[in-house]
């Protein structure tokens, strides 16, 4: 092989909050083994940052943070419980900085069935790529200030932003994954309300589509995908919407399959640094239980390597990726190796355990 096939990745591990200090070590460790498989290597760097990080060193996302990370090929960022952070200013929710900073504009959230697990529907197998950057949310839609403000005591205002650049990046995301997958994508707006705003996005998607003329496209009023989800999620493949709409529907589509903990989650964005995920969050109820379903961050950690590989031509880290996948796939149809909000029997360390040992069987 090259060398530029062999290259030597970092990666970042961010254990972020509660069960992440469980989840994030336990995909680490399927990684690290997967990776020996593979014969790939990896410098892991560990990064602190939340709760445990302002305890040592001052702030939820220490000095250095962002320069350090700049020289990581992709991290794995754990759950954040940040609504739990007590009310300083030291203790700041670092989600949006990390996406704006590294412009990770589009958030891919897969959507897969797996039998016995307590899927509501069988055959699911899609993708909702969500824009990350922009839309309702208020602490990444302004540059300054922010974008959720009360003028009087009886008074809030929300403003959405969508931005041509923003549209215009996300489709682009979602037109390149829907061509490796059904070249089928569906876009999600509600352009008979939202004329000027969700009118933008669809506009811009449609600009973005002639360069992906092997592309069927089709549209879904957001409500009517509400519907649709439940009632057909078959007959979607690769799905692209804003902000807000696209983090309630990858929650819904995550009950149809077992639920949050089967969940998983890439940022990215146009430079060549990827962020694993998940989409639950951090779950203090069950932590130190040893009962958090860890498949939402292993499957994010798989996918991590997966674009790491796809984007740099890395075969070696392709079939780390594989690896992972196989022991994955096995241990989630055995009972013994599963948790029990999914029909387990079994405990996190089991499903490692298990993931594990059928990696090194395969």
């Not at 589509?253 to 639920?259: I, K, N, P, S």
């Amino acid at each position: 092989m090259s060398d530029a096939s062999t290259k030597r990745l970092k990666i970042g591990i961010l254990e972020g909050d509660d069960i992440g200090h469980e989840v994030v070590p336990a995909s680490v460790r399927i990684a690290r083994a997967a990776a020996e498989a593979a014969g790939q290597e990896i410098a892991w760097v560990d990064v602190p940052i939340g709760r445990r990080a302002l305890d040592t060193h001052g702030h939820t996302m220490p000095e250095g943070t962002l320069e350090t990370l700049s020289g990581l090929d992709g991290w794995i960022l754990g759950p954040i419980g940040h609504r739990e952070y007590p009310k300083v200013p030291e203790a700041i929710n670092p989600h949006p900085i990390l996406r704006k900073h590294f412009d990770l504009f589009a958030n891919v959230r897969p959507t897969r069935s797996f039998p016995g697990i307590g899927c509501l529907q069988d055959d699911i197998d899609l993708v909702i790529v969500r824009e990350n950057n922009e839309g309702f949310q208020p602490d990444r839609n302004v540059v300054a200030g922010s974008g959720e403000f009360r003028p009087s005591h009886d008074m809030t205002i929300s403003v959405r932003v969508i931005s041509t650049a923003g549209s215009t990046k996300v489709a682009r995301a979602a037109f390149e994954i829907a061509r490796t997958r059904d070249k089928r994508l569906t876009l999600v707006h509600k352009n008979t309300v939202y004329k000027l705003g969700c009118g933008m996005f669809v506009d811009c998607c449609y600009e973005v589509a002639k360069d992906f003329p092997d592309v069927t496209v089709d549209e879904v009023i957001v409500d009517t995908m509400a519907m649709r989800l439940v009632r057909d999620p078959q007959s979607f493949d690769t799905i692209v919407t804003t902000n807000m709409f696209g983090d309630i529907l990858t929650d819904e589509a995550a009950g149809l399959v077992g639920g949050l903990g089967m969940a998983p989650g890439l940022c990215i964005g146009r430079g060549s640094v990827a962020m694993a995920q998940a989409t639950h969050g951090s779950a203090p109820d069950i932590a130190g239980k040893g009962i958090a379903n860890p498949f939402a961050m292993i499957e994010s950690t798989r996918m991590l390597f997966d674009w790491l590989g796809h984007h740099h031509g890395l075969e070696r880290v392709l079939e780390l990726s594989r690896h992972m996948k196989r022991g994955i796939d096995a241990a989630l149809a055995e009972p013994a190796t599963r948790t029990p909000d999914i029909r387990g029997t079994g405990t996190q360390e089991d499903m490692v355990a298990g993931i594990i040992k059928r990696m090194e069987a395969a």
